[in-house]
């Protein structure tokens, strides 16, 4: 793992998220909170729980501070979420651009409510911070199905040919 893959991986993970965002935006408010199903019950719910939990390995692998979790009432719109998680981005690209490869096999001791303190190797969880989103993009697939929304494919493949200019 080189920081240009993690680099690589984050800019996938926003891209993902900016094509959920565009379909979420065309949701009403009520649909946007509702409780639908899944871990988190709604959409925004999900969305908040994967904004804290990226700030909050960002913060434990020495960048940025987020303070404790974000809390999904904290957020009643689709733009307080957006306007957050741009800047939580903008902190992890900078971040990145700052590590040397190097960098990625330092131990970062951490903790985390009702597990205790442990220890993983920087490039490891900062990679866990990464796809822990992928997960959740899946959950927020179904939720908007459930609400009568074609979530669109953000499967790496298509943000490669994206990338690459070629026609999608």
Not at 42 to 56: C, D, F, P, Q
Not at 139 to 160: E, H, K, S, W
Request: net charge negative; proline share 4%.
């Amino acid at each position: 793992m080189t920081v240009q893959d993690l680099e690589r991986r984050f800019d996938y993970s926003y891209w993902a998220n900016s094509q959920f965002l565009a379909v979420i935006s065309q949701l009403t408010p009520e649909q946007f909170t509702q409780n639908v199903a899944g871990s988190y019950g709604s959409i925004r719910n999900t969305l908040v729980h994967m904004l804290s939990a990226e700030w909050g390995w960002l913060d434990r692998c020495g960048g940025h501070p987020r303070g404790p979790a974000l809390k999904a009432g904290d957020f009643p719109t689709l733009e307080s979420v957006v306007t957050t998680w741009s800047t939580v981005e903008q902190h992890v690209r900078s971040f990145l651009s700052n590590l040397k490869d190097d960098d990625l096999g330092r131990v970062v001791e951490y903790s985390l409510p009702n597990v205790g303190t442990r220890a993983g190797r920087l490039g490891d969880l900062l990679e866990h911070a990464v796809t822990h989103g992928v997960h959740h993009r899946g959950q927020i697939a179904l939720l908007l199905r459930v609400l009568g929304c074609t979530p669109g494919n953000v499967d790496v493949l298509f943000y490669d040919t994206v990338k690459s200019g070629a026609p999608a």
